[in-house]
């Protein structure tokens, strides 16, 4: 069996492969050092996928790539206990639609370059890799239903209606176009940001405060990253060595401040703090996702896309001027 498109003499060099759902993380990264003996090329996307390049796997194994899809699931299945899913094509979005398609529990879906335009056709603008559930609805309530009808469509259309730079993505990725290549990256266990008071705290207010200062470094650690965290861990340190820790899942993977804050504020309120007195906070984003890989999905909300929009500018400045000169006015005065 080959998979080489007899139109164009290619073959699809990426492979994009899913774990079920909520795999232990011990197992994920057990995943990964079984793709790296086939590839030296490994971009881990946590918590449950990954891509890996196939180019120098095709001259190492000496196998077509639909053959290494199996091979990988073979593998996995027999040293992990894990059925995977698999996809393979000549780009990233290409491989990761695929392997969205292949159906539960596992499966090789190879597609070949020459066939790109034609299977990504009928598919639903929902299964397209990078397009969410509001992009799709704003597709939707313009009538385009189909990948095929949105890769129709003029360019400028779709920027009008997903905004720019999504729009761009979205009509270049309908017509099979996605240059992006494979990063070799693995996959930090967290990022972490940590207070210690000089004194014992008893003051909610100034707890809070210094809370909200350690949501901001956190969110800004993540977008320096290029990381989204799909949960949210805090831990208090008490006087006498005590300790609490409670962590939430987000809705979903974020790295900005309002939603890390929101999040940091329900965890200190379940903690139920009665004259505690607090040494230290900790705050851990957890399970951590490349920010690329988070769909960009519109939002009708205008105070939250304001605040974005500020969010991007602080950032600049911060680059350029350092983090203490610009940040929320609980954290300044609490410098001060």
Not at 18 to 32: A, I, N
């Amino acid at each position: 069996m080959t998979d080489t498109d007899t139109r164009t003499g290619r073959v699809p060099t990426v492979m994009h492969v899913r774990c079920p759902d909520r795999v232990r993380e011990e197992v994920y990264r057990q995943f990964l050092e079984l793709l790296a003996d086939l590839s030296p090329v490994v971009q881990a996307l946590p918590p449950t996928a990954a891509l890996v390049e196939l180019k120098g796997a095709l001259r190492y194994h000496g196998a077509d790539t639909h053959r290494l899809g199996e091979i990988v699931r073979v593998r996995t299945l027999s040293r992990l206990g894990v059925d995977v899913r698999v996809g393979i094509g000549p780009s990233i979005t290409v491989a990761a639609t695929a392997s969205a398609q292949v159906a539960e529990p596992g499966g090789v879906l190879t597609v070949t370059p020459g066939r790109v335009t034609d299977w990504l056709a009928p598919l639903p603008v929902e299964a397209l890799h990078g397009i969410g559930p509001r992009q799709a609805d704003a597709l939707h309530d313009y009538g385009i239903h189909t990948v095929g009808l949105l890769a129709a469509v003029s360019p400028e259309t779709t920027q009008r209606l997903l905004g720019g730079k999504t729009g761009r993505l979205a009509a270049d990725r309908a017509r099979g176009l996605d240059p992006r290549p494979v990063v070799p990256r693995t996959p930090p266990a967290a990022a972490t940001v940590r207070l210690r008071f000089d004194r014992h705290v008893l003051d909610g207010a100034d707890v809070r405060a210094a809370l909200l200062d350690l949501v901001v470094k956190l969110a800004r650690l993540l977008r320096r990253r290029g990381q989204a965290a799909r949960a949210l861990s805090l831990t208090l340190h008490f006087a006498g060595g005590s300790s609490w820790e409670k962590t939430r899942r987000l809705p979903e993977p974020s790295a900005h401040d309002e939603d890390l804050r929101t999040m940091a504020y329900r965890l200190i309120d379940s903690a139920g703090l009665q004259r505690g007195r607090i040494t230290a906070l900790v705050l851990k984003g957890a399970d951590l996702v490349d920010a690329d890989q988070v769909a960009q999905q519109i939002s009708l909300d205008r105070i939250r896309e304001a605040r974005l929009v500020a969010e991007a500018a602080v950032d600049r400045v911060c680059d350029k001027y350092g983090q203490s000169i610009i940040g929320p006015a609980a954290v300044i005065r609490r410098a001060s």
